[in-house]
């Protein structure tokens, strides 16, 4: 539906719903049904477009206890743990995934976003690992599902203990706003 090659990356495909949406969106004279239909076939494309690639060489461990910028994604076939949803933070999903991205950067490196619903992470040692968030709104609130994968052949840490660094970071740090 989006006219592109299966290996289009992300930010090709994004600008092709845009471009599509303006004609498509019922706001603009268009058909609900072919921007649901256009919705899909981008949210099927992305899915696509961000697998993490084929497994590479494993690197020896790092005995530095944070991660290089340059660490790579989890490859295909990485052992993978999903938590939906994982916790709830209580603002909605944009100052939730505000407050995500801020604490992100204090216990991992950010190596994707796409504000307000996705957050890409590779976590510092000892909880060393790729991790994906995924901000859900829910009534004045916001779920997180967690999504983890093990770096460099190693299984992921337990889920428990990532969603509870998570946690902790969010009470630590003052980023969401105050009512």
Not at 117 to 124: A, G, I, N, R
Not at 128 to 139: G, N
Request: charged share 20%; aromatic share 4%; with cysteine.
């Amino acid at each position: 539906m989006l006219g592109l090659p299966a290996d289009a990356p992300a930010d090709v495909i994004r600008a092709a719903r845009r471009r599509m949406a303006k004609a498509l969106h019922p706001d603009h004279g268009g058909d609900a049904r072919r921007m649901q239909e256009l919705n899909q076939a981008t949210v099927d494309a992305l899915a696509i477009a961000t697998m993490p690639p084929a497994p590479a060489p494993a690197a020896p461990a790092d005995p530095s206890p944070f991660v290089p910028t340059d660490t790579p994604v989890p490859r295909a076939g990485s052992p993978v743990v999903e938590d939906m949803p994982s916790f709830v933070v209580e603002a909605l999903p944009a100052a939730a995934f505000e407050a995500l991205m801020a604490v992100g950067g204090q216990i991992g490196v950010i190596i994707d976003d796409d504000p307000p619903y996705v957050l890409d992470t590779v976590l510092h040692a000892p909880l060393r690992c790729w991790c994906r968030l995924e901000v859900l709104p829910e009534a004045g609130a916001s779920s997180v599902g967690l999504l983890l994968a093990g770096l460099d052949g190693h299984n992921p840490p337990d889920v428990e203990a990532v969603r509870d660094a998570w946690i902790a970071a969010l009470n630590e740090e003052p980023v969401l706003p105050t009512a």
